[in-house]
């Protein structure tokens, strides 16, 4: 569905409850996407929902980009983050720390290879991974 539209689905969240959820797309593309990219490809995922009606109520669609600092949740967007600068919160410490902060050297399989300011390669397998996100650099 977001191919025809030059963008990567990144993410859908649906969030709240009872008669008017929020269904929350995210979608990307090399470079950004644009707002007027968010609001086209938003008017055709409206349009496919009326048809194809997979939610029975109400609801509020959002559609945008991931931001400068988007969170990083699967695998493959570490893979597409490389050498950029990110944050880890970790469910279990490594080298004493619980939050690491550097760049995505490398990814092995479930393996994050994270190069910190020091030059230190920390090895992060992406099941320890709490929240991740990357950093805005100016």
């Not at 689905?9 to 969030?15: A, G, Q, R």
């Not at 990307?28 to 996407?33: A, E, F, H, P, T």
């Not at 509020?60 to 969170?71: F, H, Q, T």
């Amino acid at each position: 569905m977001a191919a025809p539209y030059g963008v990567r689905l990144l993410d859908v969240e649906m969030s709240g409850s009872g008669r008017r959820p929020l269904v929350r797309v995210t979608i990307d593309k090399d470079g950004g996407v644009t707002l007027d990219e968010c609001e086209k490809f938003s008017r055709a995922l409206s349009a496919l929902f009326d048809v194809e009606d997979p939610i029975s109520s109400s609801y509020l669609l959002e559609v945008s980009s991931p931001g400068l600092d988007r969170p990083l949740k699967k695998v493959q967007h570490f893979e597409q983050s490389k050498g950029r600068l990110a944050r880890l919160v970790l469910r279990e410490q490594i080298d004493g720390r619980n939050v690491v902060v550097g760049r995505v050297k490398d990814v092995r399989g479930d393996t994050i290879i994270l190069e910190t300011e020091n030059r230190e390669e920390l090895l992060i397998p992406f099941d320890t991974i709490s929240r991740a996100r990357l950093e805005i650099e100016l």
